[in-house]
């Protein structure tokens, strides 16, 4: 029982004035927010974010959704807005997939250029004997 009590829930911040009648739409409408980002908090949803711009975003998706809008056109109008940083799930396109590839593309670069260095430095790893004019000059910087 202790631990129920414990477990941090979630603060879901929809004030009962947003809710809409029909619960076909509000459950859409719930579904939806917890997609979008607070562009104030950040890592959370604006289902979850109590900020006055977050409570805005609540509002308009209702609106879009009364209004008949699909899911899908909802969303995209909310990117359309905000960008694609209002998306707690990015869709996957080119720039998705080449910023989360980048790690590993950078690894194996990186890895390759560790491994010619390390071939060059075997390479030219041979020592040349001093010439008789170097021996001499450290001789005498040494004092011998």
Excluded at 29 to 53: K, P
Excluded at 116 to 131: I, Q
């Amino acid at each position: 029982m202790l631990a129920v009590v414990l477990t941090p829930l979630p603060a879901l911040a929809v004030n009962p004035d947003e809710v809409l009648k029909d619960p076909v739409l509000e459950e859409r409408a719930r579904n939806l927010s917890g997609q979008l980002r607070c562009m104030v908090c950040q890592n959370q949803s604006i289902d979850d974010s109590n900020a006055e711009l977050a409570r805005d975003l609540r509002v308009l998706v209702r609106e879009r959704i009364v209004g008949g809008d699909s899911d899908t056109q909802v969303i995209d109008y909310v990117v359309s807005r905000y960008g694609e940083f209002v998306l707690l799930k990015p869709r996957l396109s080119g720039k998705t997939i080449a910023l989360w590839s980048m790690p590993a593309v950078l690894l194996v670069v990186g890895g390759f250029c560790v491994f010619v260095m390390s071939r060059r430095r075997t390479r030219s790893g041979v020592e040349k004997p001093l010439t008789p004019e170097e021996q001499a000059r450290i001789d005498a910087l040494l004092g011998k």
